[in-house]
Nanobody, 128 residues
Framework: QLQLVESGGGLVQPGGSLRLSCHAS????????IAWFRQAPGKEREGVSC??????????YYTDSVKGRFTISRDNAKHTVQLQMNSLKPEDTAVYYC???????????????????WGQGTQVTVFS
């Protein structure tokens, strides 16, 4: 069974950067679509970024609020997906989760796949 473990969260001032990592074990990473979601207190969970499986082209997708600031990448050899977050804003504060889906069908956005595997989350706090 696939297991996901996030790391890299922390405290940072506005304008700063963090790099989140999602390490996978138990199954080859390249067969999965890997997404980052986040949830802030009192808010619904939202999709942040996704990188599709190799079969679906390995393409990156970003929600509008992070375009130009966040970059997702995959290292299949290291079984890791990273999310580089630059120019962080207070509204980026949330618990960030990585999730995996084997979805191979058309969806409105990659966040609409059924994500069967989730990590435990890592806290990102952006404060002045």
């Amino acid at each position: 069974q696939l297991q996901l473990v996030e790391s890299g969260g922390g405290l940072v001032q506005p304008g700063g950067s963090l790099r989140l990592s999602c390490h996978a074990s138990g199954f080859p990473l390249h067969v999965y679509n890997i997404a980052w979601f986040r949830q802030a207190p009192g808010k619904e969970r939202e999709g942040v970024s996704c990188i599709s499986s190799v079969k679906r082209g390995g393409t990156a997708y970003y929600t509008d609020s992070v375009k130009g600031r966040f970059t997702i990448s995959r290292d299949n050899a290291k079984h890791t997906v990273q999310l580089q977050m630059n120019s962080l804003k207070p509204e980026d504060t949330a618990v960030y989760y990585c999730a995996a889906s084997v979805g191979d069908y058309d969806v409105p956005t990659p966040f609409n796949y059924d994500y069967d595997y989730w990590g435990q989350g890592t806290q990102v706090t952006v404060f002045s």
